[in-house]
């Protein structure tokens, strides 16, 4: 249904996709920081999700305030996370090679997810609104598939 929704109202979307992005960050990031104190993770090493949380709440306000200046931003950072994603996918895909199950879907959502990425890193200003259009895409793609996993 959200992938409906966003393929629809791409076109606007792009003209607030700073308040979304950013308020979108600091709800994520403020659970994230309840959670840490809570769980105290902050008395562990290697727990960052304290960090985690800090830097989202920054990022979030940050974006919020640039408003369309951040834009670049947005899209590299949404690069980011899409090319660690592909490139996670790709490595599941490989690991179900391996180990002969099903590998396609995991594989062709790793490389399309990966060159979205790039596109979007590379080019982020003129990449942003069509990314948004495809983001809609691949949650239709995703409930697809995950229909076909169970």
């Not at 959200?2 to 979307?13: D, H, K």
């Not at 790039?118 to 982020?124: E, G, K, Q, T, V």
């Not at 990314?131 to 697809?144: N, P, T």
Request: aromatic share 6%; proline share 2%.
């Amino acid at each position: 249904m959200c992938g409906i929704l966003i393929l629809l109202m791409s076109q606007p979307l792009s003209s607030y996709v700073h308040y979304v992005v950013g308020t979108a960050a600091l709800v994520v990031s403020l659970e994230l920081l309840y959670e840490a104190i809570r769980e105290k993770s902050f008395t562990r090493k290697d727990d960052t999700r304290l960090a985690t949380a800090i830097i989202g709440l920054l990022l979030g306000v940050l974006i919020i305030i640039k408003q369309h200046n951040s834009i670049p931003l947005i899209a590299v950072a949404w690069g980011l996370s899409g090319l660690a994603g592909g490139v996670t996918e790709l490595t599941h895909a490989s690991y179900a090679i391996a180990h002969r199950e099903r590998f396609a879907l995991k594989l062709i959502h790793g490389l399309i997810e990966t060159t979205l990425a790039l596109i979007l890193i590379f080019d982020p200003h003129e990449a942003i609104r069509d990314h948004i259009f495809i983001l809609g895409l691949e949650m239709l793609v995703q409930a697809f598939a995950a229909q076909h996993e169970h």
